[in-house]
């Protein structure tokens, strides 16, 4: 998901809350940092050969400035990145509004919970260029439907990259005996728009919804963040039931995520801590539910694109997302 394009603004600096549950982030990620280092030590096992050991993130340096991505049609190329927006929902079967699967565990700690997964925009958007720059209503204003997503410079999608990602998550969660749904499983033409998501969401009144991206921004910017809701009233848009479970949601993610992965919080976004607070996006917007979504990298960067293209990490990702949902809704 790319900063660049009319689906997003460039984020505004802000310095970050030091609220309680940001401490308890910080104990977190300060120790799982510290495994992280012995980690880059020793290199990956579990990753492609040569590629974790040369890997060196820095998640206190600052920003070098704002995020960028080229922005195409074409799925092999970045594109305008963004979150998940919204448009009609296409005709015929493959175009169902509703979640694309679900499932649960017979039994299980998470028995009884629903997850909803949105694995960020749809291998077939670009085919579908009028259908995603169609204009929905995101609660505070109007933005495209959804966008193609971006990807590596070696063509890797982003589209490619979250539908992995959520399938590995899925099983995990579904082992700890959780329903999981769907907003698309790359069984649709295109979309859903980015209000749909969030409809899909609340129509299940999910326990959690996590919506799963990678970034487009420039060379150089690394690492991962969690985004999530501002308190937002406004128009259709009322996030304020929701803001507060989903930091808590966001932050445990956040805090497995590295311990799983050994990736470092972004470099670029979030000063350090991992998180990003957004008013901007339809998909936290409209939600009723707590929400959080999740760019495990850059594609952009070649470092962090040859761990977002290995099967490996991919499942050490889904397993810090899964983990952290875990932890959240066991309380």
């Known amino acids: 998901m790319s900063y660049v394009g009319p689906d997003f603004e460039p984020p505004q600096p802000r310095r970050p809350r030091r609220g309680p549950m940001t ?3 910080a104990a977190l990620v300060t120790g799982a940092l510290a495994g992280w280092l012995v980690w880059q030590a020793v290199g990956d096992p579990g990753g492609p050969a040569g590629t974790a050991a040369s890997s060196s993130i820095s998640p206190t ?11 195409s049609r074409t799925p092999s190329a970045s594109g305008t990145g963004g979150e998940n927006r919204r448009s009609p929902s ?10 694309s699967s679900a499932g649960g565990a017979a039994s299980g700690p998470l028995k009884g919970k629903v997850v909803v997964v949105d694995p960020g925009h749809n291998p077939g958007n670009f085919q579908h260029a009028a259908a995603i720059n169609r204009k929905v209503n995101i609660g505070t204003n109007s933005k495209e439907c959804d966008t193609t997503g971006t990807s590596t ?18 099983t995990l969660l579904q082992q700890e005996g959780a329903t999981v749904k769907f907003t698309q499983d790359g069984d ?3 979309g859903p728009c980015v209000d749909e998501r969030a409809r899909i969401g609340n129509d299940a009144h999910a326990d959690a919804v996590v919506s799963i991206h990678a970034d487009g921004s420039a060379a150089g910017n690394r690492g991962f963040h969690v985004i999530l809701p501002a308190s937002v009233h406004s128009g259709a848009a009322d996030t304020r039931p929701i803001t507060a479970r989903s930091r808590d949601l966001g932050e445990r993610i956040a805090g497995n995520f590295v311990r799983a992965t050994g990736s470092a919080p972004s470099n670029y976004i979030g000063g350090g801590t991992g998180l990003d607070v957004r008013s901007d996006l ?5 939600s009723t539910v707590p929400k959080v979504f999740i760019e495990c990298g850059n594609m952009r960067d070649s470092k962090d694109a040859a ?7 991919r499942e050490k990702a889904a397993r810090g997302i899964s983990e952290g949902i875990v932890g959240f809704l066991r309380g």
Do not use: H
Request: glycine letters at 14%; aromatic letters at 8%.
């Open 23 to 25: 401490v308890t982030l």
């Open 90 to 99: 296409p005709s015929g079967p493959a175009g169902r509004s509703g979640p």
């Open 153 to 170: 410079n070696a063509g890797y999608t982003e589209a490619r990259f979250t539908l992995d990602v959520a399938r590995r998550l899925r």
């Open 61 to 71: 340096s600052p920003s070098s400035g704002p995020a960028a991505s080229a922005a």
């Open 188 to 190: 649709r033409p295109w």
């Open 307 to 313: 761990l977002l293209t290995s099967g490996a990490w």
């Open 282 to 286: 339809g998909g936290l917007n409209l």
